[in-house]
């Protein structure tokens, strides 16, 4: 497999049918570009997600990344965690991402154990867990199941616990939703994709990527048990919160 630091051209040529998009080799090959170009503040929100694991893992505890993808918040939480006797469980469903996934963490140095799980998030076991990370994950997951995952969630935290969720979101107000996106589109411009290759990455993303309010995730979240949940990061239609149990 190719290096994953090419850039992303994977819609820059017109396509005659735009397919569902998946996380396949090829989108693998240019992930670090392709997030980096699209996310409005994922650096950030990663480099918080090993602070806040740092404040949050105790002692002898799981720390979870469900929805992996190449790692970005398990090394993040790998390189702040200080608890004595953590480990992590990186969790994602596409077999290409766990494959680059393993080898990027076979190259760094840092002590905490990381163990990587190929499965869907609807199957794995969350168990004796202090930090879970869903960064820009239950988005892909049918709405119908995202309450179950939450709610396994939840039971599988220890006390005083942090579910960090990242999302794309969308707003009830109309007018502001779609302020959101134009903002969202010119930064994608700014970083040097055409209006094509928005418009198709748009249409790919369509009927896979399904994102809510920030109302619908703060009442899942409560609904399921949550002491307290709200935004700790926001850029347009990008937003990041904590639950704690």
Request: hydrophobic share 45%; charged share 20%; proline share 3%.
């Amino acid at each position: 497999m190719a290096k994953p630091d090419s850039a992303d051209t994977i819609y820059a040529n017109p396509l005659g049918d735009v397919a569902d998009f998946v996380f396949d080799h090829k989108v693998v090959e240019v992930f670090p570009d392709m997030i980096k170009r699209s996310v409005p503040g994922y650096t950030t929100i990663i480099s918080m997600i090993g602070n806040l694991a740092e404040r949050y893992a105790q002692s002898g505890s799981a720390c979870y990344d469900l929805g992996c993808s190449l790692g970005a918040a398990t090394l993040a939480m790998r390189h702040r965690i200080r608890a004595a006797g953590c480990r992590i469980v990186a969790v994602d469903n596409s077999a290409a991402m766990i494959e680059q996934c393993r080898s990027i963490m076979a190259a760094d140095g840092a002590e905490v154990p990381v163990e990587l799980v190929l499965d869907d998030l609807q199957a794995a076991t969350i168990s004796d867990a202090s930090v879970v990370v869903l960064n820009f994950t239950l988005q892909f997951i049918a709405p119908e199941e995202r309450a179950g995952i939450i709610a396994r969630i939840h039971d599988g935290l220890r006390p005083g616990g942090v579910l960090i969720l990242s999302e794309k979101v969308t707003f009830g107000d109309r007018a502001h939703d779609e302020l959101m996106i134009e903002l969202h589109h010119n930064f994608k411009r700014a970083n040097g994709y055409s209006d094509l290759e928005i418009a198709q990455k748009r249409s790919a993303l369509e009927k896979v990527l399904i994102p809510e309010t920030l109302d619908a995730h703060r009442q899942r979240l409560r609904q399921a048990g949550f002491a307290s949940c709200d935004v700790w990061f926001q850029c347009f239609n990008f937003a990041s919160m904590i639950a704690i149990k």
